[in-house]
């Protein structure tokens, strides 16, 4: 599995950004994608994540609820996290991450988001 993260950007305080993960390879065998970052200085973090059959259920961390918004296109391969009301301690590169039914774990190169106050 390939993981290509695309959308990172300089944003300003209070606004949005959309970033996306393109998956190729063996897509078949992917069970869960989500979305992580890591802020200088920081541990790596979990944002959201979604299962890729069935209903696409969600889970987000606390500090994004309401504000953040993850999907997945099945038949493109790819998932997106919609990000609203970005705060500068959002500041961060925000990686892909897919998980196998073998529970194999694959990462992205990641995207720097850099939000302005």
């Known amino acids: 599995v390939q993981l290509v993260e695309s959308g990172g950007g300089l944003v300003q305080a209070g606004g949005s950004l959309r970033l996306s993960c393109a998956a190729s390879?063996?897509?078949?065998?992917?069970?869960?994608m989500g979305w992580y970052r890591r802020a200088p200085g920081k541990q790596r973090e979990l944002v959201a994540g979604?299962?890729?059959?069935?209903?696409?259920?969600?889970n987000y961390a606390d500090s994004v609820k309401g504000r953040f918004t993850i999907s997945r296109d099945y038949a493109k391969n790819r998932m997106y996290l919609q990000m609203n009301s970005l705060k500068p301690e959002e500041t961060a590169v925000y990686y892909c991450?897919?998980?196998?039914?073998?529970?194999?774990?694959?990462w992205g190169q990641g995207t720097q988001v850099t939000v302005s106050s």
């Open positions: 979604i299962t890729i059959r069935g209903g696409g259920s969600t």
């Open positions: 991450n897919a998980v196998t039914g073998a529970l194999e774990r694959y």
């Open positions: 390879g063996s897509t078949f065998s992917i069970n869960t």
